[in-house]
């Protein structure tokens, strides 16, 4: 007898995992596991034929692309970085949201900058996205990568601007910087491989629709709040 086919989702922990949870939950599927408190990476859920792997953020896409999991929850930050080859992206989740700037010490004079066509040196972990961003803009960018704590850059003299993302505003505050140009909107997808969606569809279809459905419900719900 052929084993029936399992559905293996990618998540990060963190925000995605956190804001992902109740979206599944409404499609009635519970991790057996609190990864935040396991050091397991394969979380098994209510549903003998789901389970969730825990991987890094930035690994998702290639997990979903290759096959590693059928579907997958990835930053928009993430996804541009990983070019989204390979990966049918059918539902903005509206989760984890924030926004991809440029940010700059607040005695820096951004604007002038750019007039001048000053070259600039940015500094970020995400490269493809500050890349094409100056790039369109018509700028000369040094791009130096980085992989966390972008924004002690400018405060030390390693750069003169980071290209990162900001949700509170909070971080930049501390740090003395402040956003002066806004790059995207960032929230997290849903994302499938589209192999597995053809050979597993009467499992993923259901599942991927739901999810939509409860993103989608999510969504009102919060706009109507934020209008009272
Ligand atoms: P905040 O102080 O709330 O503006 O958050 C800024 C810090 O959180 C920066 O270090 C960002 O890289 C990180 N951050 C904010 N939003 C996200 C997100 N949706 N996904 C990953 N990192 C984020």
Excluded: W
Aim: proline residues 6%; glycine residues 6%; positive net charge.
């Amino acid at each position: 007898m052929t084993p029936a086919p399992i559905i293996t989702i990618a998540l990060s922990k963190g925000r995605i995992y956190d804001d992902t949870l109740p979206l599944l939950a409404q499609a009635g599927l519970v991790p057996a596991i609190d990864p935040e408190r396991s050091r397991k990476l394969i979380i098994p859920t209510n549903r003998p034929d789901v389970r969730l792997v825990i991987v890094r953020a930035t690994d998702v896409p290639t997990y979903v692309q290759f096959g590693g999991a059928d579907l997958g929850v990835a930053g928009k930050d993430v996804l541009d970085e990983h070019g989204g080859d390979g990966l049918y992206q059918p539902v903005d989740l509206d989760i984890a949201r924030c926004r991809m700037v440029v940010a700059a010490r607040s005695d820096f004079d951004y604007p002038a900058a750019v007039a001048q066509r000053r070259r600039l040196r940015a500094a970020t972990k995400f490269e493809r996205t500050a890349r094409e961003h100056f790039a369109a803009k018509g700028l000369h960018v040094d791009l130096i990568k980085l992989y966390g704590s972008m924004e002690l850059a400018p405060l030390t003299g390693l750069a003169d601007v980071i290209v990162d993302l900001v949700d509170t505003g909070n971080t930049l505050k501390a740090n003395n910087l402040v956003a002066v140009e806004e790059i995207s909107l960032v929230s997290a997808r849903l994302i499938v491989n589209p192999a597995a969606l053809r050979l597993k569809r009467a499992l993923l279809r259901p599942l991927i629709d739901t999810v939509a459905q409860a993103a989608a419900t999510a969504r009102a719900r919060r706009l109507e709040a934020a209008h009272g």
